[in-house]
Every structure is written in structure tokens, then in C-alpha cells.
């Protein structure tokens, strides 16, 4: 196995009560380091899970199902990264963000296991069409499936998963994800699912499960909208690539929008958000003077 770069090692081990520019600043620092190696999941998941190994409520099921997954994606990198956005670099990102949000958040080493291996699956394969419906969703968990009854991961546990990869579909998937996780009380009404995903209704009656599908929805859009400009600008570019259209400054702009009104962004890197939200509009203005 490969040594982990230094900026992911750095990443994991620096303090998370610093300015959420610095944090963004290493976040990108480490998927640059990332990009240039040849077995990016499986190093980020081995890095990322040493720590939660051995720890109370650790499952092994989850563990091997998460290399599992990472080592036929890496082992599979022609086909994984057959697309400019929706590839391995992508679920790194994902990952990476993922498991400092839940640093962020103390979540317990089960559900950071959880967290994780939603990631990975959320966009296994996908077919880099902008389609909704969650065919892009069900498509990964299908992929997925198994390798999870492989490493004996619960039928409990299996919907779990499903329910966090189906909240990260962009329409209903994230609306009824942000809404299940926004329930003050137990007496809230309860928003129903989308009829095409009722495994989202099970976000309903599980409080930890709707916060885990929130801090999904927040890391696989984060890299894009939250931590630099330049990194930003770099993935909607790859994006255009894939979706064979061209995509500017204002599809930014509006992609930014309608996150920050569905609440998609925590606290912490919503002050990134806007500032690079400012950047834009600027750089709009200056362009229309020019």
C-alpha cells in the first residue's frame, strides 16, 4: 500500500477549531494530494477508519465492506473514472469531507462508519447523466449490494445505507433529507418521502440517521460551493465536460443559491459559502464593466 500523502495527513490530524477558510484550505490541499495517487480510495478509507478500529461500537461488517468497495474501485479505475466529474476523485472528495464533518459533529464510531460507506456507495455508478428520479442513486446501490452481504453487513444496516446513498439524490432526496433532519421535536410532522424513494420515510424515526444523511448531502456538495473559488470553478468545469454543455459563473452562482435555501450547508463553512458567493458576483461586475 501506498504512504498517505503529508496534506491528508495533515488534514486528519490538525485541530477543527480553526476558521472554516483555513479547514477549506486543507480540505482542497488534501484531494489535490489525492489526485495524484493511484489507490486514492483505498488510502482514504484505511486513514480515515485506523482511528474508529477497535473502538467501542466498531463493526467489523462495515469496515471490510468500506475496503472492499474502495479496492474494487481502485482496482476498476478505468471504468470508475470513465466520466470527468462522477469518478474516484469525486468519492474521495466525498469521503474526506464526510469524515471531518463527523469529526465536526463527535459522531459515534458506528455512525461515522456509516457515514462512510455511504460515501463511497453514493456514486459507485454512476452513468454521468443529470438525471433525477433516483435512477443515479438506486443504480449504485444495486452496484453496491454485494459487496456488502459479502462482508455480512446486517439487512438493518443495508437500509441504512440505502436510505443516506437515496438523500443524496439533488431534488427530493436532499429536500427530504434537510426536512427529516430539521425536526425539532418527536411531535413535528413528519415530511413524507418521495413516492419513488419510501426507504427515505425510515429518516423519519431515526434522529442520528437524518443527521448522518444531512452531513452526506452537505459533503458531496461542499467541495463544489464551499471551500476555494478556484477548486469550485475546476469541478463545475469537469462537470460541463460531462454533461456536454457549458456551464459559467451565473450556473455557479445559482448552484449556490438554491443550497444555501435549502439549509444543504452547516454552520461552520456557510461563512465560505458566502464569501466565495461574493467572489463571483464580483467577478460578474467586472466583467460587465469590461
Known sequence: MAVLPRPVLVLLRAPLNRPCEAVAADLVDAFDALSATRLKLQLAWRALNEPLHGVAGWSCALHAAGEALAAWADANAPYVDRHPYHNRQHLAEVLLTAS???RQ???????????????LMHDLDHDGAPARGFVAE???MAFARPFL????VSPAQCAQL??????TEPAEGVRTALASASRRTPAAVNPAPPPAA?????LNHDPLLALLARLLCEADVLPSIGLTLAHGLRLQALLAQEWGRPLGPTDKLRFIDESLSLGVVGAFFEPNVQRLRKLLLASLDDHAVA
Do not use: M
Open 100 to 102: 471531518l464533518l463527523a
Open 105 to 119: 459533529h463527535r459522531l459515534p464510531t458506528f455512525a461515522v462508519q456509516l457515514l462512510l460507506v455511504a460515501a
Open 138 to 140: 438506486r443504480r449504485s
Open 149 to 152: 452481504d459479502a462482508a455480512g
Open 162 to 167: 440505502d436510505a443516506l446513498v437515496l438523500a
Open 198 to 202: 419510501p426507504e427515505l420515510q425510515r
